[in-house]
Antibody, heavy 121, light 108 residues
Framework: QVQLQQSGPGLVKPSQTLSLTCAIS??????????WTWIRQSPSRGLEWLGRTYYRSNKWYYDYAVAVKSRITIKPDTSENQFSLQLNSVTPEDSAVYYC??????????WGQGTLVTVSS | EIVLTQSPGTLSLSPGERATLSCRASQSVSSSSLAWYQQKPGQAPRLLIY???SRATGIPDRFSGSGSGTDFTLTISRLEPEDFAVYYCQQYGAPLYTFGQGTKLEIK
């Protein structure tokens, strides 16, 4: 059974960096079939995919949503079997519940518990 | 980017009744790339249907999905009390995943 455990602060100041980590159990961040993704949910934007990373043929791949592409980094950590999200220069509009998740290409079968992040001074 | 529009926004039904939820895409979607999720308050979404019509592991057979092209449907044949929640459709178009705005299924 795959489990994803999120950690990170729930309050971030405007213009600072939002950082979250997702620890994986029951699978490997280096899996040749899984895709590791971050999604956020807010009342104004609904469910919004932010980006993904995956490992294929000895190479790491990264894809990011256009809306956040200039501010986002997703990094795998093979030593800890986890992956992280960094979102720079946050504003109150980045306030949302953030989820890490595992995708099997077209659908998302396992989700983390969610982290409510508020951007406020 | 493909936009998914779900209808109705809210559906009020009683336990035992049949629920029909719609998801319409702004462009044709591959059936293999259409999924449905259930979300209850304070919880993450849960995968119900993938590939437009395949039930995910552990999902009861009262849930079924159908459709192709731009029109997809999630049907719950006989509502149980635990089925009242918000339902989302989602499509995959490399590299991104987009979601509908959701249908809230509430107890009448």
């Amino acid at each position: 059974q795959v489990q994803l455990q999120q950690s990170g602060p729930g309050l971030v100041k405007p213009s600072q960096t939002l950082s979250l980590t997702c620890a994986i159990s029951g699978d490997s961040v280096s899996s040749s079939s899984a895709v590791w993704t971050w999604i956020r949910q807010s009342p104004s934007r609904g469910l919004e995919w932010l980006g993904r990373t995956y490992y294929r043929s000895n190479k790491w791949y990264y894809d990011y949503a256009v809306a956040v592409k200039s501010r986002i980094t997703i990094k795998p950590d093979t030593s800890e079997n986890q992956f992280s999200l960094q979102l720079n220069s946050v504003t109150p509009e980045d306030s949302a519940v953030y989820y890490c998740a595992r995708a099997t290409v077209a659908d998302i079968d396992y989700w983390g518990q969610g982290t409510l992040v508020t951007v406020s001074s | 980017e493909i936009v998914l529009t779900q209808s109705p926004g809210t559906l009020s039904l009683s336990p035992g009744e049949r629920a029909t939820l719609s998801c319409r895409a702004s462009q044709s979607v591959s059936s293999s790339s259409l999924a449905w999720y259930q979300q209850k308050p304070g919880q993450a979404p849960r995968l119900l249907i993938y590939g437009a019509s395949s039930r995910a592991t552990g999902i009861p057979d009262r849930f079924s999905g159908s459709g192709s092209g731009t029109d997809f449907t999630l049907t719950i044949s006989r509502l149980e009390p635990e089925d009242f929640a918000v339902y989302y459709c989602q499509q995959y178009g490399a590299p991104l995943y987009t979601f509908g705005q959701g249908t809230k299924l509430e107890i009448k």
